[in-house]
Each structure stands twice: as structure tokens, then as C-alpha cells.
């Protein structure tokens, strides 16, 4: 057997450096890097080794380095992914958070935390985590309940069974999500003799699992029973490539669709069978189809809570859940009809076994009527003083979009605007990280969009609060010259929590700055900020101005933030859905105690 002698590290980047996709691409498209103590010598000595054939990027933080790599993978449909690596202690739990992000979101991004020392010699190391009751704790232990796959590098062959493992893991249609390797830092640096085998170049194809008969004859059974059913279009549509496939299946059989965040786009807004946005944030047209519904069938959705109204919205006492998921945990949620298999192939087989079979076409009238409303609220304010609102930002960012256009956002207030609202034209034109929805991610993200698809114009939707959490990858942006848009609605604190803290009877309390105990809002200068980090800032006063800066920044060739303040209180008149959020059983204040008369009440259409 020949063999090649390297330390662990250089023999991961070699492996990492031959795993391919099926178009031919690297599955691992480079890795991101902070480095320290835990990683420098070992790690860092191995990238530098390969730096003119895979990429090392520097971010700024180590979370916002990870956003940056999920979005990547989200933006190309889980196709290839990238590697993050920090040191041990800070470093490494800094990214606690954004693997969280990534398993929560089915997305898959390889984590190489350094750890502590594997013989440990020099314990306890700078930074070390020390459990007085387990000798092999470490700070990397967190990442456990938050990736799908974990393990400890703690001798160079170990590399042999668990990169193998992380790519399966990286590459199942159903298991994908976050694997971290945590690598202790001397065996980063330890020589073995590895197989050249172990190097050759390997190609991970997508599989696409086929269904099992009888739940595929089940299926059917239950679409030919029914007289209203409605596809509820989730993220694994995006992710199965099945686009194309969903239109055809709709056109052919006449079933409304109704997308939540993450299956947004997946059929083009204007499209006659897409009845809008579901649920809490949804349209009134798709909403009003999900109430009448004998047949909810979910196409790659998990079913979170604000797809079904905290399971309220879904309200035909004869109505069946139909589960077509490739992962069976999902399929099998709240008694559902399972169907277990590839999305793609899960729709082509039905449609076969359906034949011409065509239901009675949903009412045209209620999409009609929820876009005559989504667009009054999204028109260019008439003449006035007051401050724009954040449905008005959204309209003036929409006629600034081209096909181009990818938007995007995660937290706070637009997620929800921007779904009931936004009109996407074509696959993967809407980018929203709301599984996790992690303030801080929508910086990162845009980057990790612009890194995917450079050709696409990215603008990113963000509120002044998660600004402050997470922005230094504005920095990176323009060193790396990966141009992006970005929009910071200003509305002076958390306003979508404190309408939130309002609708439940509370006082706004420690939201808004201007209900904290702050003696005055801190005067936050966002476009002096972005400036000082190089990006092209301006701050507008009106609709009007906004849209011609838009218009100048799709013209110019850096990263451009543009600043407006906006009113934090008013949100959309029609659409929405009841969210099940508890109010107090007892409370001093009689609007809680109104509230939790009304939260008692809508309650009770939970099933």
C-alpha cells in the first residue's frame, strides 16, 4: 500500500481538497479562518500550504464567518458548502450560535474548532474549559445538541473513518446540517503515514430517494378523496431542485399553492396557482385556501409555527396532512399521511398515478384581492411629514429590483413583511434565515449570497438592532470586493418585539430606546459607521430619496449602505394569523389581563 506522510492537518485539507459534487465542483468550496493558538501552527500551516488551490477566507468574527458559509450553501440549493476553523475557548464558541443556525435550517457547514491538547501535557492550556467531575469536557462539547454529526480528532487516523463521515453527513438529502470536527491541537500538528487512497478524488452524487409503494399508493388515495387541497411549498422544494417540477405538478392538476419562508420563490409570485405567503405572516388569499383545506399537503416543510398558525390555521374539521419530506422525522408530524422520499420524485410519481385527474380551481378572486391590498401599502407615500413605514421601504426596494435581484433579511421586523409582501420572480430570488431567524445573520448572509452567485445583485434588508449585533463583515465585503446593498431601517430599537410586547398586553417596556432607562437614545451615526468601514453610506429622508439611492447604488462597484428611519409601529391591515405567544394568567395591568381573555379564546381553535 503506498502511503504519504503528513500531519493531520495538511492530510485534511488534502481530503477535504478531492471531494466533489456531481457537476464537477469542489464540494468544499474553501474554508474560513480566525486564527489562534489552537489552530495557527497546525491548521494554519496546512492552509498556507495549499492556499493557491484552496481558497482561505478572513472574516471578522468567527459567528459571522459561519453565517457567511451557511448562506453560501442556502444560496446554491445545498450544492457545495464551505469550512470554518477557529481556535479553542471564545473562538470556537462563538460559533455555537451559527451551528445552531445551520442545524435548525437542514444546511450543511463543516466546523473545525482547534481544541485542547490530546496527551494533555500542558493542561490546563490558555483557554481551556476545566470540568472538575470530566476529564474529556471541553468547550467544544456544546456543539454536540447542535450538529448533526461530532466528533474529536484526537490522533491523525482518526481522520480516516471521520471525514468520510462528515461528508455523508454534509451530503444527505435527510441528515444534512452542521458536522463539527473538533481538532486537538497537537495532533494538528502529528505526522502519519496515510494511504494514498484516501486522497483520491471522490464524487458525492444527490441522492433522491424513491418512496416505499404502499405509502406512495396511500398518497394518491388521499388526493383522489379529496375535494380542496393545497400544497404547502417548503424550503426542501429549493432544495430537491424541484421548482420546476412543483409547477408542472400545479398546472396539470389544478392545486393551489401557499409558500412559507423558506419555500418563497419556489413558484413565481405571479403565478395563477400561487395563492402567497402561509400562516402568521401570510396573505389573506393563501391563508383563506389553508382554512378551507381537506388535504394539507406539505412538500418539504417541517410545519414550524408560523406556517400554521401555531397549528390554528388548518381549520376543516375533515382536514388530513399529507407529508411528502425526505427526511421521516418530518413526515411523520401531527399524524400525517407519511410520504418519505425525494420532493422531485415525490411529485412526478404522484402526478403520474393521478393521470389527467384535475380538482375544481380555487377561487382566483382572493389573490386578487390580497395584491390590490399588498400594494397599497407598498406605494410611495403622498405628500406629508410623517416617517416612512417599513411596508413603503419594501415597495421602494421592489422597484429598484431587477430578475437579478436576490433579497434578503433574517430577523426583527421585515421577515414578516417581506413574506406577506415582496414578489419573487424566480427560484432562490428570496434568501430568509428564519428557521433559526438569528439576528446578526443578514451582513454575513449577503456576503455568503455575493460568494455564491456573484453575478446576483444582493440587497440586504436589516434593522438597526441586528446591525448593532453583527456588522463587521461589511468590512470583509469591500476587501474582498464582493459588492452588496444594504438597507438599515432605523426605528430606534427592537420595534417588531415591542408591537409583539403590546399585542400581549404589555407596556412597551425596553424596546424602543426610548422606554429604557437610558437617560437619552444613543445618537448611532449607521452611515458614519458603514463609511468608516468602507463602504459607500448615505442616510435619505423620504421614499423618494431612498429609490434614488438604490438607483446609485446598483450603478456603483463597492458595497453600499443606505440608512432611513422609519415608523416602528404600524404593520400591514389585512393577512397575518394568530401566533400562539402566552400572556399571563394574572397580571396588575388590565390590557394583559384583555389579552389573555383573547389568547384564551384562540386557543381553543388549536388542533
Known amino acids: 500500500m503506498k502511503t504519504v506522510r503528513l500531519t493531520a492537518a495538511q492530510a485534511m485539507m488534502r481530503y477535504l481538497m478531492n471531494q466533489f459534487n456531481e457537476e464537477g465542483e469542489p464540494f468544499i468550496a474553501g474554508m474560513w479562518a480566525i486564527f489562534g493558538h489552537g489552530n495557527v501552527a497546525g491548521i494554519g500551516e496546512a492552509l498556507y500550504g495549499v492556499r493557491d488551490e484552496f481558497q482561505t477566507f478572513r472574516g471578522q468574527n468567527e459567528q459571522s464567518m459561519a453565517h457567511a458559509a451557511i448562506a453560501y450553501t442556502k444560496q446554491l440549493g445545498r450544492k457545495r458548502a464551505m469550512a470554518v476553523t477557529s481556535s479553542i475557548g471564545p473562538g470556537a464558541a462563538n460559533m455555537i450560535t451559527a ?17 485542547v ?10 483557554q481551556q474549559l476545566e470540568d472538575f467531575n470530566d476529564g474529556a469536557m471541553t468547550v467544544n462539547d456544546c456543539f454536540r445538541p447542535v450538529s448533526r454529526y461530532f466528533d474529536r480528532i484526537m490522533r491523525p487516523e482518526h481522520l480516516l473513518t471521520a471525514l468520510p463521515r462528515a461528508l455523508r ?17 497537537d495532533v494538528q500538528a502529528e505526522a502519519y503515514d496515510y494511504p494514498e487512497s484516501f486522497f483520491a478524488r471522490k464524487i458525492w452524487h444527490r441522492r433522491q430517494p424513491r418512496p416505499d409503494e404502499r405509502e406512495l399508493a396511500a398518497a394518491v388515495e388521499a388526493l383522489k378523496a379529496a375535494r380542496h387541497p393545497v400544497i404547502v411549498a417548503g424550503g426542501g422544494v429549493h432544495f ?3 421548482c420546476d417540477t412543483l409547477k408542472a405538478f400545479v398546472e396539470k392538476h389544478d392545486i393551489p399553492v401557499v409558500e412559507t419562508q423558506a419555500g418563497k420563490s419556489a413558484l413565481a409570485w405571479d403565478h395563477k396557482a400561487n395563492f402567497g405567503p402561509v400562516g402568521v405572516t401570510g396573505a389573506s388569499s393563501a391563508n383563506a385556501v389553508c382554512e378551507n383545506a381537506d388535504l394539507v399537503i406539505g412538500v418539504g416543510t417541517r410545519f414550524q409555527d408560523f406556517t400554521t398558525g401555531s397549528w390554528s390555521l388548518f381549520r376543516n374539521p375533515e382536514r388530513r396532512i399529507l407529508a411528502l419530506n425526505v427526511q421521516a422525522y418530518d413526515s411523520a408530524k401531527h399524524e400525517a399521511i407519511p410520504l418519505v422520499c425525494d420532493a ?7 402526478s403520474a398515478a393521478l393521470g389527467d385527474f384535475r380538482f375544481a380551481a380555487a377561487d382566483a ?4 384581492g390580497w395584491f390590490e391590498k399588498a400594494d397599497a401599502v407598498t406605494a410611495p407615500p403622498g405628500d406629508g411629514n410623517s416617517l416612512p413605514t417599513d411596508m413603503q421601504v419594501i415597495g421602494a426596494v421592489q422597484r429598484a429590483s431587477r430578475d437579478n435581484t436576490v433579497v434578503m433579511c433574517a430577523a426583527g421586523t421585515m421577515p414578516g413583511e417581506l413574506h406577506q409582501l415582496w414578489k419573487a420572480k424566480l427560484p432562490l430570488s428570496y434568501h430568509m434565515e428564519y428557521g433559526f431567524s ?6 454575513a448572509g449577503g456576503l455568503g449570497i455575493k460568494m455564491a452567485e456573484p453575478h446576483r445583485d444582493v440587497i440586504v434588508m436589516v434593522g438597526d438592532g441586528s446591525y448593532m449585533m453583527m456588522n463587521s463583515e461589511l468590512a470583509t465585503s469591500v476587501a474582498m470586493g464582493l459588492k452588496i446593498t444594504v438597507v438599515i431601517t432605523d426605528n430606534r430599537g427592537y420595534g417588531c418585539i415591542n408591537r409583539l410586547q403590546m399585542a400581549t398586553g404589555g407596556a412597551e417596556f425596553n424596546n424602543l430606546y426610548a422606554h429604557t432607562n437610558l437617560d437619552s437614545p444613543p445618537p448611532i451615526d449607521f452611515a458614519a459607521h458603514a463609511a468608516s468601514m468602507g463602504a459607500n453610506a448615505v442616510k435619505v429622508g423620504s421614499i423618494a430619496e431612498l429609490e434614488k439611492a438604490l438607483e446609485a447604488a446598483r450603478e456603483a462597484t463597492a458595497t453600499t449602505v443606505v440608512v432611513i428611519d422609519t415608523d416602528p409601529y404600524p404593520v400591514p391591515d389585512a393577512g397575518g394569523h394568530w401566533w400562539d405567544v402566552p400572556v399571563p394568567e394574572v397580571s ?7 389579552a389573555r381573555t383573547r389568547y384564551e379564546a384562540a386557543r381553543k381553535e388549536r388542533r
Not at 444527505?172 to 481538532?183: I, N, S
Open 99 to 115: 451551528a445552531a443556525l445551520a442545524h435548525v435550517n437542514r444546511l450543511p457547514v463543516l466546523l473545525v474548532p482547534g481544541d
Open 117 to 126: 491538547f490530546a496527551d494533555r501535557g500542558p493542561d490546563p492550556v490558555l
Open 169 to 185: 453527513t454534509l451530503t444527505d438529502p435527510a441528515d444534512c446540517g452542521p458536522v463539527t470536527l473538533a481538532f486537538c491541537q
Open 240 to 242: 430537491a431542485g424541484a
Open 344 to 350: 422531485k420524485v415525490g411529485l412526478e410519481l404522484i
Open 365 to 368: 378572486s382572493l389573490k386578487a
Open 438 to 443: 438569528c439576528m446578526g445573520y443578514e451582513i
Open 588 to 594: 396588575a395591568r388590565a390590557q394583559v389581563n384583555e
